[in-house]
């Protein structure tokens, strides 16, 4: 299909502390139906939205987070992670709660740069 | 007085503006994003264990499980839970909000 179209979803916020992580899931898996290239990326706070072991029982909001794994089941499987992001915050792969690849700076640059369309979050 | 910081350290000034502003003594509580600097080997680390030495650095529990980053907190840093922040809220004459 020739109308497939490249699309980036840029992730800079924490989850919980605002609404922007949840509205980005939403959209991907809204966007997920349309069949196209999806992408996210994960940088500065918003490496914090795939920490492992969110946990809700102490307070009134919802973990989101599990939908993360269900990412693939909609074929979205590319999942980019700042690792300047990462380090800075104290956390590292094994910290995630799904299967990222670390990029450097220089490297997202490069991947942003090749879609058709990049959504920011 | 009792000092809240709701926002992380990586997205805005307020723990920095916070520890430059509290007067000795005073008790800072960390809560919503604000509790990711509590966390420790971060890049404001330095800055909130410096921090110790003047006040008592609390983080709402709750917050820090909430995110996942509970089993990652500083040593120093004391927990506490909703009862213990109107503790806090209660036993302080004045609260200021760093939002």
């Not at chain 1, 089941?73 to 990462?86: G, I």
């Not at chain 2, 264990?49 to 004391?78: H, N, Q, W, Y």
């Amino acid at each position: 299909m020739s109308d497939i179209k490249k699309f980036m979803y840029v992730n800079r916020k924490a989850p919980y502390g605002t609404v922007y992580a949840l509205e980005s899931l939403e959209v991907v898996l809204i966007g997920a139906a349309f069949e196209q290239d999806v992408s996210l990326v994960f940088m500065d706070d918003g490496v914090y939205q795939l920490a492992k072991g969110q946990d809700s029982s102490a307070s009134d909001m919802k973990n989101f987070s599990p939908t993360y794994r269900a990412l693939e089941m909609y074929d979205v499987e590319k999942l980019y992670v700042a690792r300047e992001s990462l380090e800075a915050r104290g956390l590292t792969e094994a910290d995630l709660i799904v299967d990222v690849e670390l990029k450097s700076a220089d490297e997202i640059r490069d991947l942003m740069e090749e879609q058709d369309v990049v959504l920011s979050f | 007085m009792l000092h809240t910081i709701n926002k992380s350290p990586f997205q805005t000034n307020s723990l920095e503006s916070c520890i430059a502003h509290a007067k000795e003594g005073s008790t800072v509580l960390l809560i919503e994003d604000g509790v990711y600097a509590a966390m420790k080997d971060t890049k404001v680390s330095a800055m909130l264990r410096e921090a110790m030495s003047r006040f008592t650095i609390c983080a709402l529990e709750p917050d820090l499980k909430l995110r996942g980053v509970a089993d990652k907190v500083m040593d120093g840093v004391k927990l506490v839970d909703y009862a213990g922040f109107v503790d806090l809220a209660c036993d302080n004459d004045k609260v200021q909000s760093w939002l």
